[in-house]
């Protein structure tokens, strides 16, 4: 039920969690400069001529986060926010397990302890796998761009660990926090049928049907969220050098993305897909269905970082709460209704919910790295087309990748997450994994 309840949530969180590296340095530093009006991407700096080794400095890290707290953890961060000099520089440090982070790859190192560290590969690969690896002091691991992760400490000591991330600012999206707790808060309708709650009279909330108040249904998602989150910043798709390089999909070497097909052979007909008039199949439990032109399926769009879906909505039907790990997604509606939204990051004033009611003819843009949904609260069906800025952006749906993993993410990580039994855990387990992507 808890499981069901987090589907449509990630709805409310998910689609387009692609994210755009941090703006590059174009002199030896540009330290922040927290006094100044003109809004910029990051900060603008501070005169260089008054610039010391103060504004490089930050003390702290040495000091013990408060862990008496449900999750049993407490994250120190030292971002641009804290330390001025991280400006255009990419890269922030914070201790502790640590969770989602929208703009930056993380790396790790136990300093004391042990931990069980596990990441969740997205949709589009076999069904969620998880993989998993007991650390220990001086041990180092790294969460892939865009995964779900978590650490768990499954000892009777503290544990301390270090992360790097590759972002001045790599912000966090707690999902429970985010489902739940937004401001203003997520039709109960649409978390009703995110999780499969299908039975229950929507304007009763949720949190009554199961037996919790929101804040204890966002603390179930936030400790999921932890066991998906810690690096969501992606990467750009590799660019091209020359004028196309259509993917060979018979060539056996690897490569971030695909080798190029030799370009004598390249055809009109490896720049042409068909397929999107039809529509697609919405008879499932979330009344959608995702119908991609990807690389996959299109080899010209190789290096081109950029795709294409239609997605079909049935009356009351839901595009669940998801992210595209690896692109940013702007949509227009093409037929009937849509009701969009998008939650920010935790440290926007404490996850605010956007939503906008899109006729046929309006185009929303979902910001990089946020939480998104799209339902069709109409008694007709919906169309919409959307375009993605990479040519393979990949999907997660929350619900699936924290319920439904191969092998499945231990009862006693999830249990704590959301602060129920385990009983519980086994229960949501049960009811994925559920797609809509064609």
């Avoid at 080794?53 to 407490?74: H, V």
């Avoid at 961060?77 to 914070?94: D, E, F, Q, Y």
């Avoid at 697609?280 to 970082?305: D, I, P």
Wanted: glycine fraction near 8%; hydrophobic fraction near 45%; charge should be neutral.
């Amino acid at each position: 039920m808890a499981a069901k309840t987090l589907l449509l949530a990630l709805l409310a969180v998910a689609s387009s969690l692609a994210m755009a590296s941090d703006p590059s340095p174009l002199q030896d530093f540009c330290v922040a400069d927290k006094d100044s009006k003109v809004l910029v991407n990051g900060f603008v700096c501070k005169d260089p001529k008054v610039v010391k080794a103060e504004d490089f400095f930050f003390r702290g890290l040495d000091k013990a986060g408060d862990t008496g707290k449900k999750l049993g953890s407490n994250v120190t961060a030292v971002n641009v926010n804290k330390l001025a000099g991280l400006n255009t520089l990419g890269i922030s440090m914070r201790p502790q397990p640590s969770p989602h982070s929208p703009r930056a790859t993380e790396i790790l190192t136990v300093t004391e302890g042990q931990l069980f560290d596990a990441f969740v590969t997205s949709n589009s690969d076999n069904g969620n796998r998880l993989f998993t690896k007991m650390l220990k002091k001086g041990d180092v691991f790294v969460f892939l761009q865009g995964l779900i992760h978590f650490q768990f400490n499954p000892g009777y000591t503290n544990t301390v660990a270090i992360g790097a991330l590759s972002s001045q600012n790599p912000g966090t999206i707690t999902i429970a926090d985010a489902v739940f707790g937004s401001k203003p808060p997520i039709s109960d309708e649409v978390l009703a049928k995110a999780f499969q709650l299908l039975h229950i009279h929507v304007n009763i909330p949720i949190s009554k049907h199961l037996a919790i108040d929101r804040k204890m249904a966002a603390k179930i998602l936030l400790i999921s969220l932890l066991a998906m989150a810690s690096s969501l910043a992606m990467a750009s798709d590799p660019s091209p050098l020359q004028d196309f390089c259509v993917a060979d999909k018979a060539s056996k070497v690897l490569v971030n993305g695909f080798v190029c097909k030799d370009p004598m052979q390249v055809t009109a007909e490896d720049f042409f897909a068909m397929g999107l008039d039809k529509a697609g199949n919405t008879e499932n439990k979330v009344g959608s269905m995702v119908t991609a032109v990807n690389v996959n399926k299109l080899a010209g769009l190789n290096t081109l970082g950029i795709s294409m879906v239609r997605i079909d909505y049935a009356p009351r039907g839901l595009n669940p709460p998801h992210t595209h790990p690896r692109a940013t997604e702007i949509l227009t509606v093409i037929e009937g209704q849509l009701l969009v939204g998008f939650v920010t990051s935790n440290t926007d004033n404490g996850n605010r919910l956007f939503t906008k009611m899109l006729k046929k003819g309006d185009v929303f843009v979902f910001p990089e790295g946020l939480i998104h949904f799209q339902f069709n609260p109409g008694h007709t069906k919906t169309v919409a087309i959307g375009a993605l800025s990479s040519q393979n952006p990949g999907t997660i749906t929350i619900a699936n990748a924290v319920f439904g993993s191969k092998p499945p993410i231990s009862d006693d990580v999830l249990a704590k997450a959301f602060q129920v039994d385990k009983k519980t855990v086994d229960w949501l387990q049960a009811q994925f994994w559920a797609d809509n992507n064609n």
